[in-house]
């Protein structure tokens, strides 16, 4: 039986989303990847235009409410998810 994983990607301003690493980009590497460790992608997660500084994101908090007994999130960079070593999600 396949792991079921969440992705979740994130650009901060529309010149990132253009240039280096866009939406596009991010969902296809989080999706290979998944692949090649045999996990299912159950659904990508996104926020668009949205600092990392900021927890009080839409797909974020969507991302949480639905984690439902899914143990991974995978994500191209850390820095997808925020800026700080310490983070409190309550």
């Keep these: ?3 079921k ?3 979740y990607v994130r650009v901060s301003t ?3 989303a253009e240039k280096g690493y866009g ?3 991010q969902e296809k590497a989080i999706s290979d990847y998944c692949k090649k ?3 299912e992608l159950v659904q990508v997660f996104r926020d668009e235009g949205v600092s990392g500084t900021r ?3 839409d797909g974020l908090s969507a991302m949480l409410a639905t984690l439902n007994g899914v143990k991974k999130i995978v994500v191209l960079n850390t820095s997808r998810l925020w800026r700080s070593d310490t983070v409190v999600i309550s």
């Design 23 to 25: 939406i596009k980009i």
């Design 14 to 16: 529309d010149s990132q």
């Design 1 to 3: 039986m396949e792991e």
């Design 55 to 57: 927890i009080d994101r």
């Design 5 to 7: 994983v969440f992705g």
């Design 37 to 39: 460790q045999g996990w």
